[in-house]
């Protein structure tokens, strides 16, 4: 049998997730010599043997790897024959320019929950038990190889018994980064109210005694309450100055979470599969949740354990406990022990927290499901910093810098772009410093240096300032993307498709480059640019942002349109506002401090408002929520909505749906009717909208992005409609559609102009 060397490089996430000892016992099987290691760039591999055998091996590869891995791509090339007789895991090369891909952090393992278990396992009950298939990876990583020695294990001193299990290439621990026991690893610490010496019995006790609990988990700290125990979990709500916006939910197992809610199979996948995000389900009527977990919500976040402590606890209690975020209000998640203590002792009765360090803090992810597929709402632990691929590369590294709300940013190198973990609302301080160390953080695990910084136009957003400072600092080139393009582009990237299509991006705001305030737009567009077809008529809004977070004043600015003046004072929303609304209308028809929008998100808040929803938010989007969760799925018909020629683009006269709501409800015609025509008028709109794209144009795919379209009646609706009348029609489903998706687009954008046509 002729003899042969062949140098192999595989490319992706193929560290710390038990790629070389895979490597290593898959050549042992087949009695090839060589080596495996890693490097900056990812796994390299040198193996030697029987001709036959060795390509046995380069098909294996690829086509059995464990469970973590993700290979981008493998290329191979004929190294020299040596002779060699053993095959080896070679030590960790570093140096050069740096491509390896770090993984983000996945679910206790089955086999680990086994020996968790297991009473005759030295880790049995032990709250850091993990092994190459699961663990902490990106919240625990500093630098690249992913070696021990580059995370925040590396304080911790492998015992014995750990050392002969991280160097046997038949354990499963084998070259597991994280690995460790009750003898060397990690421990649990509780601090709060004296009684016992075990801190996970004591942080049961105080659950079921109706208290509080901050506790350290991958990425930061939450705060649980028993989700059935309605003071507790209200007391938890008023601590924590979170008025109405929902919790929450961590279930034991599946079965637990059948109990609480409708689970369908894709539900159940995302549920149950390694990422472990908050999967958003219809909520059971006489669900055992406390009324104060998700304030007149037919929807409830849910989540199952992903670390042995979170499955230690919950089983302990035998019971469901809200789990939200450990921070105030809209502030960062807190992930360092003292911080925590600071900022968190004022809300939490008690922490079970532990010595593990968090290099860097991500909150859970969020995904809803829509036909079937994943439909992100917010994309961080479970998923970052998994890359996306780009159609089109780019020519010179990017950094997009996001927008204000649900703030990621995006780092983009080659064909790879890095979307950060979510940052949160970047209105402040401590979240401005998040995103700064964030994008330090990925610069240096990716080796990505920018040439050209991404930002969104608006002037006033703290991520353009920041650009704008950035380049005092370095020598980049500055490319301004505006919103709603980015939206179109951010769908457009999360398909892989470059363009053009009709685009048509729905939500609260953006800033125009007209210098108006954007929101409800049909655009032609692809990757490098975009024509506004169509939009919305524009309204004021009157007292500016005040309107936003007071839906009723976006009423009165559209009633007062729709009637020319003559708003009927029957209408209830009139009648609940009637010491203020005189004031409100004329500050609009007087413009100033009333800028026009032609956002389709406050057209939803003016709607909710006068159907009786609400006429002041708590959270961004409540109204529009509820109003979604008002309406009638079983209602088909619509209001009539047609679209208005203006030059060589369509308005859409959304105070004309506004008379219709209007008329209904003075009529007595039942809001979840009304709720229902409305978003089936909408729908009808989108469609409307793009056919007369399609006949200017010949453009038959259609991109729907904008956080409206977290709206799934809407979007089931348009999607339907849009289909039946032969278009092909992109939605998200690796980032949101919301503006944690808008640095992708901006980054996408930027790659795009930055190269030659």
């Not at 053993?86 to 993984?103: C, N, Y």
């Not at 500055?478 to 393009?485: A, P, S, T």
């Not at 690796?734 to 930027?750: E, H, I, T």
Request: with cysteine; charged share 25%.
């Amino acid at each position: 049998m002729s003899r042969r060397a062949v140098a192999v490089r595989v490319e992706g996430i193929v560290q710390g997730v038990g790629f070389r000892p895979f490597v290593y016992g898959l050549a042992t099987r087949l009695g090839l010599a060589g080596l495996v290691g890693n490097d900056e760039r990812g796994v390299f591999i040198e193996v030697e043997g029987g001709s036959a055998l060795v390509e046995e091996f380069l098909a294996a590869l690829s086509g059995d790897p464990p469970p973590l891995a993700v290979i981008e791509r493998i290329s191979t090339g004929p190294a020299p024959v040596t002779g060699r007789r053993t095959f080896v895991i070679a030590p960790s090369a570093a140096g050069g320019d740096r491509h390896a891909l770090v993984s983000p952090d996945t679910a206790t393992c089955d086999a680990c929950l086994r020996d968790l278990t297991d009473p005759a396992d030295r880790r049995c009950g032990y709250a850091f038990t993990n092994c190459t298939d699961c663990g902490p990876r990106f919240t625990i990583v500093r630098d690249v190889p992913y070696d021990r020695a580059n995370t925040t294990m590396a304080g911790f001193l492998m015992c014995a018994d750990c050392a002969r299990e991280y160097h046997d290439p038949a354990d499963r621990r084998f070259h597991a980064q994280p690995v460790c026991c009750p003898a060397c690893g990690p421990r649990l610490r509780f601090i709060g109210p004296a009684g016992g010496d075990d801190p996970l019995e004591r942080a049961v006790r105080l659950l079921r005694e109706g208290g509080v609990l901050a506790v350290k988990g991958l990425g930061g700290y939450h705060l649980a309450a028993l989700a059935a125990d309605e003071p507790a979990v209200a007391a938890l709500r008023s601590r924590k100055h979170r008025e109405d916006k929902p919790f929450a939910v961590m279930a034991g197992d599946a079965a637990a979470v059948r109990r609480l809610c409708v689970v369908d199979p894709a539900e159940e996948r995302l549920l149950t599969g390694p990422a472990r995000p908050v999967v958003l389900l219809r909520r059971l009527p006489g669900a055992p949740v406390a009324p104060s977990a998700a304030p007149g919500n037919r929807w409830l976040g849910v989540l199952l354990p992903y670390t042995p402590l979170h499955h230690l606890l919950l089983r302990a209690l035998g019971r469901p406990i809200v789990l939200t975020s450990g921070n105030v209000s809209d502030e960062p998640i807190a992930y360092r022990d003292d911080d925590a203590l600071e900022r968190l002792g004022g809300i939490a009765d008690a922490f079970l927290t532990h010595d593990r360090p968090i290099h860097i803090r991500t909150d859970d992810s969020v995904v809803r499901v829509f036909r079937g597929r994943d439909l992100p709402i917010r994309r961080s632990r479970g998923y970052v910093p998994h890359p996306l691929p780009l159609a089109r590369g780019a020519r010179r590294p990017v950094l997009a810098c996001g927008a204000e709300l649900k703030h990621t940013f995006c780092l983009v190198k080659d064909d790879r772009a890095f979307v950060s973990h979510h940052i949160g609302d970047l209105e402040n301080y401590e979240t401005l410093r998040s995103f700064t160390e964030g994008v330090e953080h990925f610069r240096r695990l990716f080796d990505i240096t920018p040439e050209v910084v991404a930002h969104d136009l608006h002037p006033e957003y703290l991520s353009t300032k920041w650009a704008l400072d950035m380049l005092d600092r370095e020598d980049a080139d500055l490319v301004g993307v505006q919103h709603h393009h980015a939206h179109v582009a951010s769908c457009l990237a999360d398909n892989g498709v470059a363009g053009p299509v009709a685009g048509v991006a729905f939500d609260g705001l953006g800033y125009g480059p007209d210098g108006t305030l954007w929101g409800g737009e049909f655009l032609v567009a692809d990757l490098a640019g975009f024509e506004r077809a169509g939009h919305l008529t524009p309204v004021p809004m009157p007292g500016g942002a005040t309107a936003i977070r007071q839906p009723w004043r976006m009423a009165a600015a559209y009633l007062d349109l729709a009637y020319g003046g003559d708003v009927p004072e029957d209408l209830d929303v009139v009648r609940r506002n009637a010491g203020r609304w005189a004031a409100v209308v004329a500050l609009a028809r007087r413009g100033g401090n009333a800028p026009p929008t032609s956002s389709m998100g406050r057209l939803f808040d003016a709607v909710a408002a006068i159907a009786g929803v609400r006429d002041a938010i708590t959270y961004e989007g409540q109204a529009a929520i509820e109003f979604e969760q008002l309406a009638d799925p079983a209602v088909d018909d619509a209001y009539p909505c047609g679209l208005v020629p203006s030059g060589t683009r369509f308005a859409v006269p959304g105070a004309e749906l506004v008379r219709a709501v209007a008329d209904d409800l003075r009529a007595g015609v039942p809001r979840d009717l009304v709720a229902a025509r409305f978003h089936n008028a909408v729908a009808r709109v989108v469609a409307d909208g793009c056919a007369l794209i399609r006949e200017a144009r010949g453009l038959s795919t259609v991109a729907l992005s904008g956080g409206v379209f977290q709206n799934l009646l809407l979007l089931g609706r348009a999607v339907t409609l849009l289909e039946e009348r032969g278009f092909t029609v992109l939605t998200h489903h690796r980032v949101p559609p919301n503006d944690g998706g808008v640095s992708l687009g901006q980054a996408a954008v930027a790659a795009a102009r930055d190269c030659p046509p």
